[in-house]
């Protein structure tokens, strides 16, 4: 028998870890690693875009938990897949980036598309390798654990041409084993952080990011449940609390309108918990926004604050689950915790700061989208306004019900996140929410839905115009400079690619076509909503 390649070696180490897709576009650097990932049970999808690629990988890693995997290749490959790769430390995404490179021998002579990749990923990821033969099964280790420790992010490994093809009779074999969940030391800091809970009558908690991470959702909920603990939530951790549950104030992120219903019940609170809340989702009215030296804040989280957007007076680096069990010990539960009501009187008035009334817009188009389609529905939203007011508006009843880049909010990553979510779960439903702007920044990716097969919705807010630059513009009383375009016939182009186009105007038409879209099992569905220009105003 033959001794596995370099590249084999790499691969058997991904499908061990749960991969079965990866996402990207060849070139003659990654054939080698192209046809070791088939060979290993990893199915190699072809994407148009090295970006759009990245975000595929996200979309399945949310359904499947297990890391992405993104291949591109030298030169431009590698520059197309910078922002995704950005996308991934920021939205804390274990991604495994694997890049084709020439010799360095060669390099030393050759400069046709030659940079220096490891050089370029280094500031946006959390470590980067170039593999070796001997090292190969290591270094393949090494990824798979280093992108999915606490704070999970993306890993480079760029694999020379000739190393991928490489025969390794007898590799370096050494197997991470990962780290139990580390629970907060008993001690005086806890035992302070429970009188505060058992002195509490108005506690607040914000649940963030490390509560999907730890998959501390279920722990989270029988804490507040126990102690009458309303819950606000990042974008990104909504459905950690099904967002129906009468504890739960909905999300925060981006949005004033809702900062100033939200705030104020943060700045009465006497004890506010910090649930695995990572700050990077936030604007930048979340920095400081609560004085930890008036208020206490207890605090647990996934890494230590570097990033001083906020302070805590407690703070525990701890399993974010295993930190709420900890400081309920032996604390009885709290049967009178806001005795005023005030935060079910704010869950109403942030549901009805967002509803459309029956008024056609985008919101309008969000409630029918929720209407037609089953409660088990993922979406995924790009970025701009209508991001803004969907995530204040969409109801998650589960944790990652809802997919978007909130820390770097990048366009165009609506729909190849929902490719990479129906691909890895086909028997789910799932809708990607988009504007035209970031539909035309990926509209290549129509042509793999198609190919797919992919039977999801994609909904477009058609308005011709980057709505909330435009906002920003009128606020500073500037002229609309470089923020319209022109109203194309996104249904048509549907059409074009294979998929089912609709385009509709008011709500009688969209229902009729989420109907046809919601029961549609052949082919893709692109619904255009035409909206007006400034449908957001006032609305975010």
Request: aromatic share 6%; with cysteine.
């Amino acid at each position: 028998m033959m001794p596995p390649r370099a590249a084999d070696l790499v691969a058997r180490r991904l499908r061990e870890a749960g991969c079965r897709f990866a996402f990207g576009m060849p070139g003659g650097e990654v054939l080698t690693l192209v046809d070791a990932l088939e060979r290993a049970g990893i199915r190699f999808v072809l994407a148009k875009h090295e970006n759009a690629a990245g975000f595929m990988a996200e979309g399945a890693w949310h359904r499947t938990g297990a890391p992405g995997i993104l291949v591109a290749t030298i030169g431009p490959g590698v520059a197309n897949a910078a922002n995704v790769v950005a996308n991934a430390h920021q939205d804390r995404v274990p991604l495994i980036v694997l890049t084709g490179s020439v010799d360095p021998d060669e390099a030393l002579t050759y400069t046709h598309q030659v940079f220096d990749h490891r050089a370029l990923f280094q500031p946006i990821t959390k470590a980067t390798f170039t593999l070796s033969a001997a090292g190969a099964a290591i270094v393949a280790d090494k990824a798979v654990a280093i992108a999915t420790a606490d704070r999970a992010g993306p890993v480079l490994v760029d694999v020379p041409i000739a190393v991928a093809d490489m025969a390794v009779a007898a590799p370096l074999r050494s197997r991470h084993r990962p780290p139990a969940p580390v629970a907060p030391a008993e001690g005086e800091a806890l035992a302070t952080a429970r009188r505060w809970l058992a002195e509490a009558e108005r506690p607040v908690m914000v649940a963030g990011l490390d509560v999907l991470a730890h998959g501390a959702a279920g722990r989270l909920r029988a804490f507040a449940e126990r102690f009458g603990v309303p819950v606000v939530t990042t974008y990104k951790a909504k459905g950690v609390l099904p967002e129906e549950h009468p504890l739960a104030l909905g999300g925060a992120g981006l949005s004033p309108l809702a900062d100033r219903i939200l705030m104020p019940l943060l700045g009465r609170a006497d004890l506010i918990l910090l649930a695995g809340y990572d700050p990077i989702e936030m604007r930048i009215g979340w920095r400081d926004p609560w004085d930890p030296d008036r208020q206490r804040v207890v605090e647990f989280q996934a890494a230590a604050n570097t990033h001083y957007m906020h302070q805590s007076t407690l703070n525990f680096v701890c399993d974010v689950g295993a930190g709420l069990d900890a400081l309920g010990r032996g604390i009885a539960p709290h049967a009178a915790a806001w005795s005023d009501g005030a935060p079910a009187a704010a869950a109403r008035q942030h549901r009805d700061a967002f509803a459309s009334g029956g008024r056609w817009g985008p919101a309008a188009i969000v409630e029918a989208v929720q209407r037609v389609f089953p409660r088990e529905t993922v979406a995924t939203v790009d970025s701009g306004a209508h991001r803004i007011l969907l995530s204040q508006l969409w109801q998650c009843h589960e944790p990652r019900g809802l997919l978007q880049s909130s820390g770097l909010c990048t366009m165009g990553c609506a729909l190849p996140l929902a490719i990479g979510a129906k691909l890895a779960e086909p028997g789910r439903p799932v809708v990607a929410f988009t504007g035209d702007a970031g539909l035309l920044m990926g509209l290549g990716e129509l042509s793999t839905l198609a190919e797919l097969g992919l039977p999801l919705t994609v909904v477009v807010f058609v308005d011709a115009c980057l709505g909330l630059i435009e906002i920003k513009q009128r606020q500073r009383q500037m002229p609309a400079l470089g923020v319209d375009f022109g109203r194309h016939d996104f249904a048509a182009v549907a059409r074009a690619f294979g998929g089912a186009g609709e385009r509709v105007g008011d709500l009688a038409g969209l229902e009729a076509a989420l109907l046809g879209a919601r029961d549609r099992t052949d082919r893709f569905t692109l619904i255009a909503a035409e909206i007006d220009r400034q449908a957001y105003d006032g609305r975010i």
